[in-house]
């Protein structure tokens, strides 16, 4: 979808990789799946195992209606808790520069394509959810990977001739960014692996890496717990201020609360039911930087038992 015709110079690189774009929407209190895969309203597909949901809350994958409307959506999944998401991935060949270039314009199409997606989802799948509505909040998550090419460009190399276009594009800024600024973004950089580099920020991730599979599953989910923390603190805020004005009545209807079924009229309750629901997404979210810290140090072990063969 990206492509360049700039020359082959130094500092005009070709690479070669794909841009992953993740959105999420919330739709509702809760998903009937079981229901789901039982009616014909959508198309199942199977799924693998995930590593950070268990059983009760393993999603389900389906299939657009029409796919061919949207030709670079990957993965289309329904959670039981409310959730919808997606996954894109959009082919790229080109250097840095273009991709950065084309970064905005990307995230801008993504996001109104991830829109028309799910409302043909939610329409296909509203009478099995939980207060529905189309919908409450949404979230985002970009993942730039470029292959590596360790016989061409070392890692310090790349950093040096391109940190500045990597900082400046996972910021979504099509100029470069101030230098100190670019050098935080640098220093968070994560080497696990000889010729392997993760630079992780806010809204987007580099990932020059020759196995990432792992990874992309990693940064969908946590896209995902972003959506739901985001909820729990609209829902922390309304309560607390109902307590603050000393109103113990009812939320509104439309208020959104996720994992949450009767309304527990006791404010004092309902604080610890909402954290427990806390507790749960903190808990996977431990397990997945656990997961990853674990990847990371038995990727160095191997690099430091290959050095000393």
Not at 2 to 27: C, M, R
Not at 233 to 242: A, G, V
Not at 252 to 277: E, H, N, S
Request: charged share 20%.
């Amino acid at each position: 979808m990206i492509e360049s015709s700039q020359n082959h110079k130094n500092t005009q690189h070709i690479f070669t990789g794909n841009i992953y774009i993740f959105h999420a929407f919330d739709v509702g209190d809760d998903i009937n799946l079981e229901k789901i895969e039982k009616s014909s309203v959508v198309k199942t597909v199977s799924l693998p195992a995930s590593k950070y949901f268990k059983n009760y809350h393993r999603p389900i994958g389906i299939e657009l209606a029409n796919p061919a409307s949207s030709p670079y959506c990957v993965s289309c999944k329904v959670h039981n808790f409310g959730v919808v998401s997606f996954t894109y991935k959009i082919p790229f060949t080109g250097t840095l520069e273009s991709m950065r270039k084309e970064i905005n314009s990307l995230d801008f199409h993504f996001f109104e394509q991830s829109s028309k997606d799910s409302k043909v989802v939610f329409d296909a799948i509203k009478d099995f959810v939980s207060k529905s509505f189309f919908y409450h909040m949404r979230s985002a998550y970009s993942v730039f990977q470029i292959d590596p090419q360790p016989e061409v460009i070392n890692i310090p190399t790349l950093k040096e001739n391109y940190g500045g276009i990597i900082a400046s594009s996972l910021r979504f800024e099509t100029e470069t960014l101030a230098e100190y600024k670019k050098n935080e973004i640098l220093e968070s950089a994560i080497g696990y692996f000889r010729g392997d580099l993760i630079i992780v920020d806010s809204y987007a991730t580099f990932l020059y890496d020759a196995e990432y599979e792992e990874l992309l599953d990693l940064f969908e989910f946590a896209n995902i717990q972003q959506l739901e923390l985001h909820y729990f603190d609209l829902i922390l805020d309304q309560q607390l201020n109902l307590i603050y004005e000393g109103r113990v009545g009812t939320v509104p209807t439309r208020a959104y609360f996720p994992f949450i079924g009767v309304f527990a009229p006791d404010p004092v309750g309902f604080m610890g039911k909402l954290k427990a629901d806390i507790s749960v997404i903190t808990e996977r979210l431990e397990g997945a930087l656990n997961w990853l810290v674990n990847r990371i140090i038995l990727s160095f072990m191997g690099c430091l038992c290959k050095s000393l063969i």
